[in-house]
């Protein structure tokens, strides 16, 4: 069983930065991907990024890539997303995920996910 806390989120005004973390708690990670999803009010849950526990292997939505950048602290059992260049349309919940399937980018496939934590970006 894996728990996920997500952190970091809050208000910032565009061309900003802001990093969020997800605190994992589980009794041991080994090959698991961890992943990061978005929603915005009315839309469908969309894949930000995901890193591989072991290797840290990385991928991302092609749009993202360049403004955002995952990364794990294996010791610290954290994974980061760090976000620059904040854009109105970043504005979502975003989530922390895990799943066994690497390269997926799709939520059916991820079985556990933290609760959440809301950016806001202003224009």
């Known amino acids: 069983q894996v728990q996920l806390v997500e952190s970091g989120g809050g208000s910032v005004q565009a061309g900003r930065s802001l990093e969020l973390s997800c605190a994992v708690s589980?009794?041991?990670?080994?090959?698991?991907?961890m992943a990061w999803f978005r929603q915005a009010p009315g839309k469908e849950r969309e894949f930000v990024a995901a890193?591989?526990?072991?290797?840290?292997?990385?991928y991302y939505t092609d749009s993202l890539k360049g403004r955002f950048t995952i990364s794990r602290h294996m010791a610290q059992m954290t994974v980061w997303l760090h976000m620059s260049s904040l854009k109105p349309e970043d504005t979502a919940t975003y989530y922390c995920?895990?799943?066994?399937?690497?390269?997926?980018?799709?939520?059916?496939?991820?079985?556990?996910w933290g609760q959440g934590t809301q950016v806001t970006v202003s224009s």
């Open positions: 890193i591989n526990w072991a290797n840290a292997g990385t």
């Open positions: 995920a895990v799943t066994k399937y690497y390269g997926s980018r799709r939520p059916e496939d991820f079985g556990s």
């Open positions: 589980a009794r041991a990670l080994r090959s698991e991907t």
